[in-house]
């Protein structure tokens, strides 16, 4: 209903009680919208900002070792970390481990701390199974006991881990994410050279990433522009081509990318019979492949929004620029082009973000120096059941995509637009 | 295959609630094993009329049982798991203790397969393989593996520390009963790295066991480390793949229970029939995996128990996983690969 007809169907203009009709009309206007908005709202909720805040939550949290050894922890807390504990310390152990009432919270005490040193897995388990000692033993005999058990309880590192694992909250998952870890007097430092891994991985993905979004640019730029200047019939033919393999299975695409890229496979044959190279070339199961595979993929996510652009671009001002006099190649890069920044903009975030978490391609396209963060994850979640660490990693490639979109807007100054 | 494990996870529990009472979902890692399982166990067991089977394919993911236990929702009625994931599992409570006297006699099977939270069900071995139509003398030795002189070529190894750093020590000429003990160490570890970083250049990483006789086929590798059974597949289908025995190194997958399972009773009664002699025994001319059921060799010809892991001229200079080792110093092993894969 346009403004003219509300106004014919309301009291006289300036009165009270059009004013109020108006302010009822609004509000439920407002409501209306809120209405519509609101089942996808909670969609939103419950899909995204719950797992998202669950996630969070999981890498900071640590209840392992407070829960399962509440007076160890205790005990250590004021320890000063030089040296040994005091047999106190290894008595409150032995009464912690065992008052378990369920094996499984040693299991996931053991699990937590071997994540820190490597052993402490079969030292808890070797300690609990032995358990409990006779009633009544002094705290020195219960300490000799478990050396004797396992002389291993003498070596002041498991002791830090458990110390520096006794709050309900840690930092140590993320500082893992970062390739740093806690000292042995609690302080922070780097994690020895040869455990350095997660900084270059994500390295590695950004710059997997990057190069995959340039490639798309590269060739999707020159097609978008061509099917926006073709006839709608055309265009939309050779729409649906593009769009076929973006409808079909991941794993499919994948697979047929094997098929034509092993060393007997169609394109290096076809290169061989034509002269072109003399030996196959290896284009699978390292970088090479990944990033014919995840162009291919990515490529209509850059297509799409550019054309979009494009459409919209008018014709004649590039004539105009050209009767101008300007030399056509010119009045392409400075008239056209910076008309179509909204859809690079928008086509290479699209393709990027998209990029940062890739996993089942390069997991079997790559070779093991081409995986990506989210191989990292996957293995972390399924394989060793770390998911501290899993969901540390995960913050930090959210925060990572968030700082770069966070850039982009600067760089870009406009709203992310998808055409 | 991956995509394929939720949606059949989804198709099992929603077939559940129809025929709670007849219905068993029975969990293993597909491909040849599955085919193997599916004749020599699942067919007859359903043909007995004591229940319906579910097959569902898994990657080994211990995350999906353990989300399974902690959320009260056990879908999954018999698992099949690997070694180090029983003992991690078991000690975290992810596995009801097996009922020995349900499934059959201690004393019957293998040492190895006797476990309080599950039934070792096969023996399988990772080997080196290769093409008999492209190399007439294959690699007798991992040091053979690592002589790309003599056998020029790309090299097939699975993505990872685990194997790979006890093929490099042998190829770097530690005795099979020594390796773990040589790992151990700092300077153990840094010379297996160090052997592996020899190799490197030559390596084609694979992912999945189907990959590496796959690799062999299509003529991307020389020869590759893989799972016997997937060679065995190969040959099946009348590929000339061949495997050399030395210093490969065993392990042994177990039937386990999640803990909470809805089926407790008849998923042993499904563990004990798949443990029987016959049905091993069956199992086996299906695949080469050796059975656990040390009864079972007897029903078997000389022919088929030569293609077996626990063959004892295969088993001869065979080395067993040590999933202890692995437990302990697997996450940080891994996280050096990835660090030294990185480099």
């Known amino acids: 209903m346009s403004d003219a007809t509300l106004a014919l169907a309301l009291p006289a203009a300036g009165s009270r009680e059009l004013v109020r009709a108006l302010a009822r009309r609004e509000r439920r206007r407002h409501l209306a919208a809120v209405a519509l908005t609101l089942p996808l709202c909670v969609f939103l909720l419950f899909t995204l900002l719950v797992p998202i805040g669950a996630l969070l939550l999981r890498a900071v949290e640590n209840p392992e070792v407070v829960h399962a050894l509440p007076r160890a922890s205790q005990a250590l807390s004021g320890w000063d970390r030089r040296g040994l504990p005091p047999a106190a310390t290894y008595a409150a152990l032995a009464t912690d481990l065992a008052k378990l009432n369920d094996r499984s919270d040693a299991g996931a005490l053991a699990r937590r701390l071997n994540t820190d040193v490597p052993g402490a897995r079969s030292l808890i388990m070797g300690t609990y199974r032995a358990l409990p000692f006779d009633a ?83 060739l999707g730029y020159p097609l978008a522009w061509w099917l926006s200047t073709l006839p709608a019939r055309r265009a939309n033919v050779l729409m649906i081509l593009v769009l076929v393999p973006f409808w079909t299975s991941i794993l499919v695409r994948v697979a047929a990318w094997i098929v034509l890229l092993q060393s007997a496979g169609l394109v290096n044959r076809a290169l061989m019979a034509l002269g072109v190279i003399g030996q196959p070339l290896a284009l699978l199961f390292n970088r090479t492949g990944v990033i014919i595979a995840m162009v291919h993929i990515l490529l209509p996510f850059m297509i799409l929004p550019l054309y979009s652009v494009m459409k919209a671009v008018p014709a004649t001002y590039l004539r105009a620029a050209v009767s101008l006099g300007s030399p056509p190649l010119a009045a392409f890069f400075r008239v056209y082009v910076p008309q179509t920044l909204p859809g690079i903009g928008a086509g290479g975030l699209l393709v990027f973000i998209l990029s940062i978490g890739y996993y089942v391609t390069p997991a079997l396209l790559g070779g093991a120096e081409d995986q990506m963060l989210s191989y990292y994850i996957s293995q972390y979640t399924n394989v060793d059941v770390n998911w501290g660490l899993a969901c540390a990693l995960g913050a930090i490639l959210l925060v990572a995509t968030l700082l770069l979109y966070g850039v982009y807007r600067r760089v870009v100054k406009a709203e992310l637009s998808l055409g | 295959m991956k995509t394929s494990t939720p949606l059949l996870a989804i198709v099992a529990a929603l077939a559940l609630p129809v025929a709670a009472q007849t219905q068993l979902t029975v969990v293993n890692f597909g491909g040849a094993n599955a085919a193997a399982q599916k004749k020599a166990y699942v067919e007859p067991f359903e043909k007995s009329g004591a229940a319906k089977i579910v097959s569902v394919e898994y990657n080994g993911e ?17 698992v099949e798991v690997e070694s ?48 008999g139509d492209k190399l007439k003398q294959g690699p007798a030795t991992w040091a053979d593996f690592w002589n790309v002189k003599k056998f020029p070529g790309k090299r097939g190894m699975r993505k990872g520390a685990r194997y790979n750093l006890e093929f490099a020590l ?46 062999l086929v299509a003529g991307d590798v020389v020869m590759t480390t893989a799972f016997n059974g997937r060679i065995d597949a190969a040959q099946r289908e009348g590929r000339n793949l061949k495997i050399s025995w030395t210093g490969g190194i065993y392990d042994l997958d177990y039937w386990v229970i999640p803990a909470g399972a809805p089926n407790k009773e008849l998923s042993e009664r499904f563990i004990a029939f798949a443990s029987t002699p016959d049905a091993q025994a069956e199992y086996a001319r299906n695949i080469s995996y050796g059975p656990t059921n040390t009864k079972a060799l007897a029903k078997l010809t000389p022919k088929i128990i030569s293609q077996l892991p626990t063959s004892p001229s295969n088993a001869k200079t065979a080395l067993r996983m040590d999933n202890k080792f692995w437990a302990d110093q697997g996450e940080v092993l891994e996280k050096r690969f990835a660090s030294w894969a990185a480099q």
């Open chain 2, 170 to 215: 042998m190829a770097d000429g530690v005795k099979p009963q020594d390796v773990y003990k040589v790992l151990a160490t700092k300077a153990g570890a840094d010379r297996a790295f160090r052997k592996l970083s020899q190799l490197r250049p030559n390596i084609q990483w694979w992912e999945a066991g189907a990959q590496p006789p796959q690799f």
């Open chain 1, 136 to 218: 009544g033993l002094a705290a020195e005999a219960v300490r000799n006991h478990m050396l004797a058990l396992d002389p291993r309880w003498g070596e002041p590192k498991y002791w830090h881990a458990i110390a520096n694992n006794s709050s309900r909250w840690t930092p140590n998952y993320l500082l893992a994410a970062l390739d740093l870890r806690r000292a042995a007097d609690g302080g922070i430092e780097r994690a020895e050279p040869d455990q350095r891994v997660f900084g270059r991985i994500l390295g590695r993905t950004f710059e997997i990433s990057a190069i995959v979004t340039l490639f798309c640019l590269a």
């Open chain 2, 84 to 131: 180090p994931d029983i003992n991690r599992g078991c000690d975290e409570g992810l596995f009801e203790k097996l009922d020995w006297s349900k499934v059959g006699s201690k004393a019957d099977f293998q040492p190895a397969a006797v476990h309080e939270c599950g039934i070792g069900t096969f023996v399988w071995s990772t080997v080196m393989a290769y093409n």
């Open chain 2, 62 to 78: 211990q995350a999906k049982i353990k989300a399974m236990v902690e959320a009260k929702k056990v879908v999954w009625d018999v």
